[in-house]
C-alpha cells in the first residue's frame, strides 16, 4: 500500500520473477531521477457489513481511510488496509483489530445503533473454484441462541442442513457447492425447531463466488438474510 500526494505522477513497475506468482509491483514518482525501488506490500481485503436489528445507519470509520461514513442496512464497505493493528469506530466506539495479509477480514455490525456489537470474521479467503460456490453461515441474531440453517424445514436432516447449532458471532465451517443453484433457505431455532425465518425469496450461490450468508434481527423487529460476497 502507498500514499497519493496531489500534484504528482506516478510510474507502476511490475517485477516478475521466476515464476507467476512472484510477480510484485512498486511504484515511484515520476520525477524521481534516482530512487530505489521498493516492493509495495501487500495490503489486507476489509470489508464492514451493517446488520444491526434495529436496520438502522451506522456512523463508521476504518483506521483513517474512511471517514465518518453512514453506512446503511444491508449494505457494506470495502476497501484495503495494512497488514498489522486496525482501529476502527462504528457508532463513536473505537475498537482495534489486527490485519494479517494472508487473511481476509469482515466486521459485521450487529445489535443497534445506540448498542453495535462487532463480529470479526478473520479468515483465509474461501477461493472457490470457478465451478464451485462456497458459503458459511452466521448468526447475529439478538433472541436465537443456536441458529439451524437448512432447506424447505427447519425438521430437516443431513444434507439439507446448511449449517447447525450456530452461535453468536461463531461463523460456520465453509461449505462448497458442487451444482451450484437456487435455494430456498429456512432459519430456525436449533434447540426448538422452531422456524423463525423463511425468506420470501430463494437465494443463489453463483458458481465462483464465496457467500457469507447472515441471519440477523429479533423476533420484535423482524429477522432477515443479508448475502454478503467475499473475495
Known sequence: MTTFRGGKEYVLVLLQGNDASSLKMSLIEADDESTNVAELQEGVFTQ??????DRTAAMIAVNGIVQNTSLTFGNALATVVRHGSQSMSFGGVSSTYTADSSKR????LAGTATAIRAVALNSPS????????????????????KVRVSIDSVANLGY??????????????VRTEIKPRRIN???????????????????????????TVILTGTAVQGYSIILQQEY
Open 48 to 53: 464492514v457489513v451493517q446488520a444491526g436489528s
Open 105 to 108: 477480514l469482515t466486521v459485521v
Open 126 to 145: 474461501m477461493n472457490p473454484s470457478v465451478d464451485t460456490a462456497r458459503s458459511r453461515y452466521l448468526n447475529v441474531t439478538g433472541d436465537v441462541p
Open 160 to 173: 439439507n442442513v446448511y449449517a447447525d447449532n450456530l452461535e453468536f458471532g461463531v461463523a460456520s465451517d
Open 185 to 211: 433457505f429456512v432459519c430456525g431455532d436449533a434447540i426448538t425447531l422452531k422456524e423463525v425465518y423463511r425468506p420470501m425469496f430463494s437465494v443463489t450461490l453463483l458458481a465462483g463466488k464465496a457467500y
